[in-house]
């Protein structure tokens, strides 16, 4: 049964920090390139950052870039997101997700940027 858990987000001020946890199982997860997406009130979900099965390649979404990092620990199963310099317009509920395939979604965790 695939399952996606996320953690780590919360309530931070304007150029704060948060880093993001997913927790990955059910899967081949290291065979998988893996994505972080977020989806804020009264908007569609976008896509935030994309890291490839070994995690020698990543890409961002231009609004984060500079600011976001993207990692992951295929021994552990885990995607992270490193949150930095975080902005108002950066509030959302966040997810993560294999990027090509489509898994069923986990509750996602939710970010306030908020002064």
């Known amino acids: 049964q695939v399952q996606l858990v996320e953690s780590g987000g919360g309530l931070v001020q304007p150029g704060g920090s948060l880093r993001l946890s997913c927790a990955a199982s059910?899967?081949?997860?290291?065979?998988?390139?893996m994505a972080w997406y977020r989806q804020a009130p009264g908007k569609e979900r976008e896509l935030v950052a994309v890291?490839?099965?070994?995690?020698?390649?990543?890409t961002y979404a231009d609004s984060v870039k500079g600011r976001f990092t993207i990692s992951r620990d295929n021994a552990n199963k885990k995607v992270y997101l490193q949150m930095n310099n975080l902005k108002l317009e950066d509030t959302a509920v966040y997810y993560c997700?294999?990027?090509?395939?489509?898994?069923?979604w986990g509750q996602g965790t939710q970010v306030t940027v908020s002064s």
């Open positions: 997700n294999a990027r090509y395939i489509g898994l069923s």
């Open positions: 059910g899967f081949t997860f290291s065979s998988y390139a």
């Open positions: 890291i490839s099965n070994a995690g020698d390649s990543t």
